[in-house]
C-alpha cells in the first residue's frame, strides 16, 4: 500500500533534550512537509522540501531542524531552543506538478509530541 | 496577507439535516483550495480539490463549490460518521494555509 508513515505515534521528551520525529512516504511525490496543530488553530507550516538536499522554513521554522537526504524520508528534529514543543506533528507529501490532483497534500497519521 | 476564515466553528446537525460549511479567503493568486475531514487523534483525510470559480465536486454525501471570494462544503442528509472536523485550506505560492476547521456532530 502506498502511503505516508510517522513514527512514533507517541513521543515524551525532558527539558532540554533534542527529539527526531520519522517520516516516509512511497507514494514517490517530490515535495515533503511539516506541520504543527495546537488545539483550536489551524495547522501551521514548520519546514518543507520540494526536492532532496533542499529544504525551505515555514511560518514557525524556530526551534526545529529538518534534512532531506532520501526522497522518502524527510525526519524533523525538535531542539531544545523549541520553548512549547508539545504538539500534534503532522508530515504530508504532495507531487509538485501535473495530474488531477497536483498540488494536494496528502498527510500522515501525525506524532504526538509531550514535554514532561 | 493571506488569510482563511471557516465558519461555524462548530455546528451540531440531526441525521438527515442538510446543511453547509462555509470556507471565505483572501489570498493573492489562489492555485487552488482544498477540503480535508479530519478525525480525532489523526491525520487529515483530503476530499476534495478546487481549482477555478465555479468548479464543483461530490462524494457520497458531501459536494464542494467555490466563488472568487469562498467555498462551501454542502452535506446532504448527514449520518453520525460524518462527524469529524472539516479543514479547508489555500495554496498561494508554495505553501498551504490552514483555516481553523469546523466540527460537527451528526446525532442519531
Known amino acids: 500500500d502506498g502511503g505516508i508513515t510517522q513514527s512514533p505515534k507517541y513521543l515524551f521528551r525532558k527539558e532540554g533534550q533534542n527529539v527526531t520525529l520519522s517520516c516516509e512516504q512511497n507514494l514517490n511525490h517530490d515535495a515533503m512537509y511539516w506541520y504543527r496543530q495546537d488545539p483550536g488553530q489551524g495547522l501551521r507550516l514548520i519546514y518543507y522540501s520540494q526536492i532532496v538536499n533542499d529544504f525551505q522554513k515555514g511560518d514557525i521554522a524556530e526551534g526545529y531542524s529538518v534534512s532531506r537526504e532520501k526522497k522518502e524520508s524527510f525526519p524533523l528534529t525538535v531542539t531544545s531552543a523549541q520553548k512549547n514543543p508539545t504538539a500534534f506533528y503532522l508530515c504530508a507529501s504532495s507531487i509538485v506538478i501535473g495530474g488531477a490532483n497536483r498540488d494536494t497534500q496528502y498527510f500522515g497519521p501525525g506524532t504526538r509530541l509531550t514535554v514532561l | 496577507e493571506d488569510q482563511v476564515t471557516q465558519s461555524p466553528e462548530a455546528l451540531r446537525l440531526q441525521e438527515g439535516e442538510s446543511s453547509s460549511l462555509n470556507c471565505s479567503y483572501t489570498?493573492?493568486?489562489?492555485?487552488?483550495l482544498f477540503w480535508y475531514r479530519q478525525d480525532p487523534g489523526k491525520g487529515p483525510e483530503f476530499l476534495f480539490t478546487?481549482?477555478?470559480a465555479g468548479e464543483e465536486k461530490e462524494k457520497e454525501r458531501l459536494k464542494a463549490t467555490l466563488t472568487k471570494k469562498e467555498s462551501f462544503l454542502h452535506i446532504t442528509a448527514p449520518k453520525p460518521e460524518d462527524s469529524a472536523t472539516y479543514l479547508c485550506a489555500v495554496l498561494a505560492g508554495t505553501a498551504l494555509i490552514f483555516g481553523k476547521g469546523t466540527t460537527l456532530s451528526v446525532s442519531s
Open positions: 478546487l481549482y477555478s
Open positions: 489570498v493573492s493568486g489562489l492555485r487552488g
